[in-house]
T-cell receptor, first 114, second 116 residues
């Protein structure tokens, strides 16, 4: 079973629209980390955010915001007033207490149309 | 800033060749990882290492081996390249915390390998 599910394979929005990328995870651990990465066309994965399982506060960084809800095992990512430079593949990932590896979702490809 | 570099951005090899992919990080990280990325499959872990000369198999180690002789360098080796190993290969590193979960991984730019 997938530990991290990103159900949206591709999303297209028009510039300045808001867009939310969904991430649902599965774990039995009480301590874990959740991450979001951005992969622009150049290919390098860029770290965006890490969230500790004990911290359910929402996070805002400029036009980016993250909504972490343990009750629904979700860690959704919203881009406000999207720009063409936001076009990329976005990955959600989980790191558990057991083991020493990440579990990545299959990614959501976001295209922002000018 | 963490810097992870990979020896090549693009590589073309022939079936049966031995292929070396090199990864170097400059942040004194204990953990290093090799992934391959394929459309629709996301990132899949091939091998990782948490110390010099130590290695652990990931989800898809078949057809690959690794080498970690120095802390900053982690090599991925394709002993006899095959066409189904055509893929994007990504290297990452992270700190080894006192305990899990694994800390943030920082990625290199990737190597797009084509095996003909």
């Amino acid at each position: 079973a997938q530990k991290v599910t990103q159900a949206q394979t591709e999303i297209s929005v028009v510039e300045k629209e808001d867009v939310t990328l969904d991430c649902v995870y599965e774990t039995r651990d009480t301590t874990y980390y959740l991450f979001w990465y951005k992969q622009p066309p150049s290919g390098e994965l860029v770290f965006l955010i890490r969230r500790n399982s004990f911290d359910e506060q929402n996070e805002i960084s400029g036009r980016y915001s993250w909504n972490f809800q343990k009750s629904t095992s979700s860690f959704n990512f919203t881009i406000t007033a999207s720009q063409v430079v936001d076009s990329a593949v976005y990955f959600c990932a989980l790191s558990e207490t057991t083991g020493n590896q990440f579990y990545f979702g299959t990614g959501t490809s976001l295209t922002v149309i000018p | 800033d963490v810097k992870v570099t990979q020896s090549s951005r693009y590589l073309v090899k022939r079936t049966g060749e031995k292929v070396f992919l090199e990864c170097v990080q400059d942040m004194d990280h204990e953990n290093m990882f090799w992934y391959r990325q394929d459309p629709g499959l996301g990132l899949r872990l091939i091998y990782f290492s948490y110390d010099v000369k130590m290695k652990e198999k990931g989800d898809i180690p078949e057809g690959y081996s690794v080498s970690r002789e120095k802390k900053e360098r982690f090599s991925l080796i394709l002993e006899s390249a095959s066409t189904n190993q055509t893929s994007m290969y990504l290297c990452a590193s992270s700190l080894l915390l006192q305990g899990p979960p694994t800390d943030t991984q920082y990625f290199g730019p990737g190597t797009r390998l084509t095996v003909l």
